[in-house]
């Protein structure tokens, strides 16, 4: 089954939910690119009290775990995902295979008063509940710690009321060890015998090494034979400490050298908005398929015939310095006419957190990449004319 409640909703899960009718549980809000009355909707939270042990179950937002929760919480479901949206305890939780990591959890109210000497710089703070890059900051030493506080109580503030607050909180931060090398996000679930099984792997670009933001992934044949067998041994890894089953994850790694750490494991879900479908566009992966049907994809395969091209996604968001009541529209044409060779343009509703489009496209190489790394979008953004008083 699955747990629709945000307004993105990707066309190409709605299809497979069609296809396969897959029990579909309607939470909140969700843009319905299709008729309602192809998919199996299940208006009856009944459905939860009714449902097999060992059942196949995903979310297409972190916020569909607080109903799992209270339906279910006794669950293996529940209860592995309530652990791993805790970073700090997944962090003690690995804290085995990874023991010469730094990291410590603190209460927000304090940590203006943190002494400073005693911080490992560089340090990365985020909140200890979070999602995306919300309230992310990397800081490189003690004259940055102030500001890069600062800015990470602006980002819960900003961001109450768009995120339940089992998804995004504000009650303790975690400060751990600055994580060098490149970053990866993987999209993968373990089988019903805890088989590890990969589905996606993109690489993250950064603008600088104080960018947090989401704006820019990509996959090519040469991307996935980086991380690929690393990403498999970390989820068997994982598996040691926590026997997850027929359970959906995406996480993030940074690798350099020999050394590879994970950043975060995000809990029955594939990469958010729908963007876990660049996989599709770049190799014809249906992630969702192979997760309800528990097989997996035959990567030899897959890389054999897939062609050298750079296959990206643009995550397009309404700059923070502006509230979200004061944009009247997007240029989505003018925003399009910056992109080459573009496989799928989705507009989003940016009313609800800011997202304005997802953009998957194809190129050469990465410089169109870097590029588009700086590209401002105020142009793109009608702003309302505010009454003078």
Not at 35 to 64: H, V, Y
Not at 288 to 308: S, V
Request: proline share 4%.
């Amino acid at each position: 089954m699955i747990i629709l409640n945000e307004p993105i909703v990707s066309p190409i899960l709605l299809k497979v939910l069609e296809k396969q009718q897959i029990p579909v549980l309607e939470h909140g809000r969700w843009r319905n690119t299709l008729s309602s009355e192809k998919l199996n909707i299940q208006k009856d939270t009944e459905l939860f009290k009714s449902m097999e042990m060992g059942k196949r179950i995903i979310t297409n937002s972190e916020n569909g775990i607080t109903l799992l929760g209270h339906f279910q919480p006794n669950s293996h479901e529940y209860i592995w995902s309530k652990l791993l949206k805790d970073k700090s305890q997944v962090r003690n939780l690995t804290k085995s295979l990874y023991p010469d990591f730094y990291f410590q959890e603190i209460d927000l109210s304090i940590i203006s008063d943190m002494d400073k000497k005693q911080i490992p710089f560089p340090v990365v703070i985020k909140p200890n509940i979070g999602y995306s890059s919300v309230g992310v900051h990397k800081v490189k030493n003690e004259q940055d710690w102030d500001i890069a506080v600062s800015h990470l109580k602006e980002d819960l503030l900003h961001s109450d009321g768009l995120y339940d607050s089992t998804v995004v909180g504000s009650q303790t931060v975690l400060i751990e060890e600055w994580i060098q090398g490149e970053e990866y996000a993987i999209d993968g679930y373990f089988n019903q015998d805890g088989e590890p099984i990969i589905l996606n792997a993109f690489k993250r670009l950064f603008k600088d090494d104080y960018d947090t933001s989401d704006r820019i992934y990509y996959t090519s044949k040469i991307a996935v034979n980086e991380i690929y067998d690393d990403a498999l041994q970390f989820m068997k890894k994982v598996q040691t400490v926590l026997p997850l089953r027929n359970y959906p994850v995406h996480f993030e790694i940074r690798k350099k050298g020999d050394r590879v750490i994970p950043i975060e494991i995000n809990p029955l879900r594939f990469a958010g908005a729908g963007t876990t479908d660049l996989g599709y566009h770049a190799y014809g992966m249906n992630m969702y398929e192979h997760y309800f049907l528990g097989t997996k994809p035959d990567w030899n395969r897959i890389l054999e015939e897939m062609d050298d091209n750079i296959y990206s996604f643009f995550f397009a968001e309404v700059p923070l310095e502006l509230n979200l009541e004061d944009v009247e529209r997007i240029n989505h044409i003018g925003l399009q006419n910056g992109f080459e060779h573009i496989l799928e343009y989705r507009q989003l509703p940016f009313q609800n957190d800011r997202s304005m489009a997802i953009i998957f496209y194809r190129s050469e190489d990465l410089n169109k990449n870097l590029k588009l790394l700086h590209l401002d979008l105020f142009p793109f953004l009608t702003i309302k004319e505010l009454a003078l008083i």
